[in-house]
């Protein structure tokens, strides 16, 4: 990479918006507190409902892959050996940048070092969030294997008070309200890019364990989300894509949900949002993985 990751996503972002090839969502943020939680509702706006629905019906296209070939107007930069870096094309949040593997693997397949090392690599340029759904019932929109980065500052999450509570030890958080476990990263493990990857493809793995999300072939049984920035990693188990019909993807655990229209949002609030999240991960019952 050459020059500041966030100043080429800006210069890209400025250009794609100009020749239609970024086509943001709009939406309406609401903040919703539930005790001590704060959680932000994004509602898609209803002057722009037909646009929005169109660019939603076109993310979640799975007929054709949307990163082999990339729409170059999209492009950013590569991101170490294995990834390239892209704009995602119906973006909600500002340069919201997607990692994605140069050569196809499933979304479905376990991280690896490589997946590791392009996420440590772009939040050592930007502090943010990276997150990854691993597998449909997780909120995967495409097939193809990618990690997506948010320059929004762990302080500045909406849960970000419960999400500092992670321990040097990989655990459950008591004091976020669904089924997750977590552990809180080395000073500075951006420095070093490759021994800081390897750091977290250990710990992701022994999480995994401790969540008893077996892996076989490469892959999980049970479907995630995964987040990480700077100061923390967690691992969600999900049993379920949906509650009432609002799909959930890992920005969901940083506090940060997304519904169509306000019907949904005042289902979501009328049933609790804290509810919603328990539900979609599901309460693990014994070793054997099981949920209920």
């Known amino acids: 990479m050459t020059g500041s990751l966030l100043q080429r996503a800006q210069h890209v972002s ?41 660019r939603i019906k076109q993310a979640g296209n799975h007929t054709t892959n949307p990163f082999k070939p990339y729409d170059p107007h ?32 499933p979304q479905t397949n376990l991280l690896n070092p490589s997946d590791f090392k392009a996420a440590l690599l772009g939040l050592k340029e930007i502090d943010g969030l990276v997150f990854y759904n691993g597998g449909r019932e997780a909120g995967a929109s495409q097939p193809h294997k990618h990690l997506q980065l948010i320059p929004v500052k762990p302080g500045d999450l909406p849960l970000a008070m419960q999400l500092s509570g992670f321990s040097d030890r990989p655990e459950a958080n008591p004091a976020l309200p669904f089924h997750q476990a977590g552990i809180q990263l080395p000073v500075n493990i951006t420095d070093d890019p490759d021994a800081g990857s390897q750091w977290l493809y250990n710990h992701y793995l022994t ?30 188990p999900r049993s379920t894509e949906s509650f009432a019909s609002v799909s959930f993807n890992a920005l969901a655990f940083c506090g940060s949900l997304l519904v169509k229209n306000q019907h949904q949002a005042d289902t979501l609030k009328s049933a609790g949002i804290t509810n919603a999240l328990l539900s979609v991960t599901g309460a693990m019952t014994n070793k054997s993985g099981k949920y209920a």
């Open 14 to 54: 400025e250009t794609a918006l100009r020749n239609g090839a970024l086509q943001p969502l709009s939406t309406i943020i609401e903040t919703v507190c539930e005790g001590a939680l704060r959680f932000q509702l994004r509602t898609l706006s209803s002057l722009k409902y037909k646009e929005n629905t169109q």
């Open 74 to 105: 999209l492009f950013v930069c590569d991101i170490g050996p294995s990834h390239i870096c892209l704009l995602n094309k119906f973006n909600i949040i500002e340069n919201h940048l997607l990692l994605v593997t140069r050569e196809f693997e």
């Open 207 to 236: 999480l995994l364990d401790h969540l008893h999300l077996s892996h076989k072939m490469k892959q999980t049984t049970i479907a995630y989300n995964l987040l990480l920035c700077r100061e923390w990693l967690m691992l969600v």
